[in-house]
Each structure stands twice: as structure tokens, then as C-alpha cells.
Nanobody, 122 residues
Framework: QVQLVESGGGLVQPGESLNLSCVSS????????MGWYRQAPGKQRELVAA???????NYADAVKGRFTISRDNTKNTMYLEMNNMKPEDTAVYYC????????????????WGQGTQVTVSS
């Protein structure tokens, strides 16, 4: 069983930056597809960014140019760098992982973290 643990959430003001981390209990090489989802109150969970072992990345239109997904295979860790944050970025952010990118993008990932709260407010 793979466990994913997110960290780095918090409260920031509009325009500021925040970095999230997701540590995997298993070798990241077992998880060719990893990504970040978020869910705001009263809204459906949405894909923020996805990363595949083929170095392919996908971003939601709302975060393109502001967020960057990356991962460090030596540390079994995935990151989400969030810049120029906006109030609409406020949500619980979840780390997800799966053996297939298509499955991850569909929202049916096998593995999920517990989530970390991100709040953007002045």
C-alpha cells in the first residue's frame, strides 16, 4: 500500500507564493503518474496539474503560467510551486498517484493523500 503525505499548505495573501510537497512511502518509480487535485467548498474536485514519468505535464487553464509541478525521484517527493496566487486558488489540495496518466487525469487514481488546506486571502 502506498501512502502519500502532503505538506506546505497555509494562509497567504493574493500575489504571494506557496510550495506544496507530497512524499510517497514507496519508490516514486512505481508511480509513473502523479498529480495535484484541489477541491474548494461547494465545488467538485478538479485536476490542477499532472506529471508523468515521460516528463509530460498537464495544467488546468486556471493555473497555467502560475503553478509548476515537479518531482524529485531521489526523495520520492512531488512538488507544486504556486506563484501569484489568487483567492480562487483557495481549496484543499490533494496529492494523487497512479500507474497510468489517463487514470490519474480521470480522477480515479489509486492513491490519494489526506489533503492540505490552502487559503488565499487578504
Amino acid at each position: 500500500q502506498v501512502q502519500l503525505v502532503e505538506s506546505g499548505g497555509g494562509l497567504v495573501q493574493p500575489g504571494e507564493s506557496l510550495n506544496l510537497s507530497c512524499v510517497s512511502s514507496a519508490s516514486i518509480y512505481r508511480l509513473p503518474a502523479m498529480g495535484w487535485y484541489r477541491q474548494a467548498p461547494g465545488k467538485q474536485r478538479e485536476l490542477v496539474a499532472a506529471y508523468s514519468s515521460r516528463l509530460l505535464t498537464n495544467y488546468a487553464d486556471a493555473v497555467k503560467g502560475r503553478f509548476t509541478i515537479s518531482r524529485d525521484n531521489t526523495k520520492n517527493t512531488m512538488y507544486l510551486e504556486m506563484n501569484n496566487m489568487k483567492p480562487e486558488d483557495t481549496a484543499v489540495y490533494y496529492c494523487a498517484a497512479d500507474g497510468r496518466l489517463q487514470t490519474l487525469i480521470s480522477g480515479e487514481s489509486e492513491y490519494w493523500g489526506q489533503g492540505t488546506q490552502v487559503t488565499v486571502s487578504s
